[in-house]
Nanobody, 124 residues
C-alpha cells in the first residue's frame, strides 16, 4: 500500500499559479513513478503529467505543456505539480497516482495507487 495525500488546491484567477503537493507514506516512494491526472465535472479523468522514479524523465499532456511542471523530492516522499498561467479550463479535481515501474504512463489504468484528489478552480 502507498497512501497518497494531495494538497495545495484552491481558487485562483486566470493567469495565476498554484503548486500541488502529493505526499506518500512508507519507505518505497522512490520505487514508484508518479503521475498527475485531473477530472472536470462531466468529463473523464485525463492525464496531466508523469515523472520517472529518479525524476530524470518527465512528460506532459499537450494542453499543459509549457505551463505545468512536475517534480519530485524522494527524500521527502513528495511529488509536486507547479501550475502557471492557469486557465478556466484547468478547473478540475487533481489526483496524484503511483505506479511501481521506472517510468510513468499516460494511462490511468496502469497506476496502482491514487490519492483522494484536490480541487483546483480557475476563475475567468
Amino acid at each position: 500500500q502507498v497512501p497518497l495525500v494531495e494538497s495545495g488546491g484552491g481558487l485562483v484567477q486566470a493567469g495565476g499559479s498554484l503548486r500541488l503537493s502529493c505526499v506518500a507514506s512508507g519507505r518505497t516512494f522512490s520505487s514508484y513513478a508518479m503521475g498527475w491526472f485531473r477530472q472536470a465535472p462531466g468529463k473523464e479523468r485525463e492525464f496531466v503529467a508523469a515523472i520517472s522514479r529518479s525524476g530524470g524523465t518527465t512528460f506532459y499532456a499537450d494542453s499543459v505543456k509549457g505551463r505545468f511542471t512536475i517534480s519530485r523530492d524522494n527524500a521527502k516522499n513528495t511529488v509536486y505539480l507547479q501550475m502557471n498561467s492557469l486557465k478556466p479550463e484547468d478547473t478540475a479535481v487533481y489526483y496524484c497516482a503511483a505506479v511501481r515501474q521506472l517510468y510513468g504512463t499516460r494511462r490511468s489504468d496502469d497506476y496502482d495507487y491514487w490519492g483522494q484528489g484536490t480541487q483546483v478552480t480557475v476563475s475567468s
